[in-house]
């Protein structure tokens, strides 16, 4: 398999601005691993899916809203559906407004708030004013934008809960190789993790002996492999509960799971409840789709 690290961009402002405003719609959204030394302010406007962002994989629906910091591999990934997926993505890099300007003595907690999304900050409980105002940013002219986001900024940094989405074992390292090893095996896991998984088979990728690939995926990710695969199919499986009507043991194959008791334990141990309870609480009517047929060969646990 061709080893392939994350892509990095180095968005373009328009026009000599400091920031960029866009909203990102497309009938799905691809699995495109990459980073940049912006930071990226997205909503989720229309469409359901998974984000994976540095070493955590969760799901995504509309209205949610996460901070990204420079260097953080992410990618919003969705499937094709009747409607499409859309996002306000605004980006900005830390000295936009001027060197030194964050480091001003009002804007104490907004520093705070940046300096914290290096590790990616998920928001909950966002009014309806500041989501609609992220939304708006793309549709304002440069200055307005400016004034904006700042405000966003500020609101967020005050009067909204943030949870940081990676953990304390995790930090980007750009250009590095113990970067680019991780980013080639979170690929190939991301386009195989329902089929059955062969450590050793994923250390040679690298390349890696299996025992000292063990080592250096939870010192660089902060948590075993297992771990990160047992997230990776947990969250297929929360998207097949959700958006399908598909029963429970047929979730867990699909999920890469061939026990259905090792499947519930990992679930519940994940997401702090059974898989037919997050489906009752989750699923919507108009998002169930016909299932496509299972993946070839016999699923590992």
């Known amino acids: 398999m061709t080893r392939v690290k994350p892509r ?10 400091t920031l960029v405003c866009f909203v990102r719609r497309q009938r799905a959204f691809d699995f ?41 591999p992410h990618t919003f990934t969705s499937e094709p559906t ?55 940013l793309p549709h304002l002219d440069p200055a307005a934008q400016t004034v904006a986001l700042l405000d966003v900024l500020c609101r967020l940094a005050t009067g909204v809960e943030s949870t940081q989405i990676t953990g304390p074992g995790y930090t980007p390292a750009p250009g590095s ?34 025992t000292s690939f063990s080592r250096f995926f939870r010192g660089a990710m902060g948590r075993t492999f297992t771990d990160y695969v047992n997230q990776l199919r947990v969250e297929t499986a929360c998207s097949l509960l959700a958006g399908t009507g598909l029963p429970v043991t047929e979730v867990a194959a699909r999920s890469g799971y061939r026990n259905l008791s090792h499947f ?14 997050y489906r009752t609480a989750h699923q919507r009517p108009e998002t169930i789709r016909p299932a496509g047929p299972p993946p070839a060969g016999e699923f590992g646990a």
């Open 82 to 136: 009747e409607g499409v997926a859309e996002a306000a993505v605004t980006q900005f890099r830390h000295d936009f407004l001027g060197p030194g300007f964050f480091a001003l003595p009002q804007f104490r907690a907004l520093d705070g708030l940046l300096a914290r999304s290096a590790r990616g900050l998920r928001f909950a409980r966002v009014p309806g004013g500041v989501r609609a105002r992220v939304a708006e």
């Open 264 to 277: 519930n334990r990992r679930f519940r141990q994940l997401k702090g409840l059974r898989p037919t309870e």
């Open 8 to 17: 990095y961009e180095q968005p373009g402002a328009p026009g000599g601005t």
């Open 32 to 72: 495109a691993w990459h980073y940049h030394e912006e930071y990226e302010l997205t909503l989720i406007t229309e469409g359901d899916g998974t984000r994976y962002a540095g070493s955590t994989v969760e799901r995504y629906r509309p209205g949610d809203l996460v901070l990204l910091g420079p260097n953080l």
């Open 177 to 210: 190789v113990v970067r680019d090893r991780v980013d080639a095996v979170c690929r190939h896991l991301q386009q195989t993790h329902t089929e059955p998984v062969d450590q050793a088979e994923v250390a040679a990728l690298v390349p890696m002996s299996p």
